[in-house]
């Protein structure tokens, strides 16, 4: 079965603190997902990448594709990043109407 | 753009009782999907449609059905709800995927749905 796993489950740091989300896959894919959900369920897309490096503002999404990696990272990071941040990943052959998701990292910036 | 919007909020249901879960989008996106979200488990997906008039089953189909007759719409149907049932349910679109381009996937706010 594909799968997609992300560490760690759960993350608690200090404001500031630079912070890495980590999600890997089983088998090749075409391109990976990076989303956000905040306390109030809704979920975002923050980034799309197949190769290299993507960045906006403080948050900053790599994948290497030989070794099926992914991370997410976050500068300088702040209360209002807390939230679930998920990966996602699309197999080799299929577009975004069947996505493998992750289960997801919990993440709580302390003041 | 309104996005893409989902009807109810929140439902509560009683076993063995159907309902429609309604999800529309304004993007004029051919790809939409239904997911389920429940406790320590990733999104799942139930059902998918690449255009209007197609559909097919995702992850874990049974107990609803879809239908895709508008770009617009993809309501999801719960033949008889059954307490297994209760879990977040979200509505997302994207554009086509065209050779190697991806799109950006937006998803609905979401309904959270319980069975009793």
């Not at chain 1, 979920?43 to 799309?48: E, K, R, T």
């Not at chain 1, 996505?99 to 910036?109: K, N, P, S």
Request: charge should be positive.
């Amino acid at each position: 079965k594909n799968e997609v796993e992300q560490s760690p489950q759960n993350l608690t740091a200090q404001e500031g603190e630079f912070i890495t989300i980590n999600c890997s896959y089983s088998v090749g894919i075409s391109a990976l997902h990076w989303l956000q959900q905040h306390p109030g369920g809704g979920i975002v897309s923050l980034f799309m990448l197949s190769s290299g490096k993507k960045k906006h503002g403080r948050l900053i999404a790599t994948i290497n594709i030989q070794e099926k990696h992914s991370s997410l990272h976050i500068t300088a990071s702040h209360p209002r990043d807390s939230a679930v941040y998920i990966c996602a990943v699309l197999w080799r052959g299929f577009g975004n109407e069947k996505l493998t998701f992750g289960t997801g990292t919990r993440l709580t910036i302390i003041p | 753009n309104a996005g893409v919007t989902q009807t109810p909020k929140f439902q509560v249901l009683k076993t063995g009782q159907s309902m429609t879960l309604q999800c529309a989008q304004d993007m004029n996106h051919e790809y939409m999907s239904w997911y389920r979200q429940d406790p320590g488990m990733g999104l799942r997906l139930i059902h998918y449609s690449v255009g209007a008039g197609i559909t097919d089953q995702g992850e874990v189909p049974n107990g609803y059905n879809v239908s895709r007759s508008t770009t617009e719409d993809f309501p999801l149907r719960l033949l008889s709800a059954a307490p297994s049932q209760t879990s977040v349910y979200f509505c997302a679109s994207s554009p086509r995927t065209s050779g190697a381009v991806h799109n950006e996937q937006f998803f609905g706010p979401g309904t959270r749905l319980t069975v009793l």
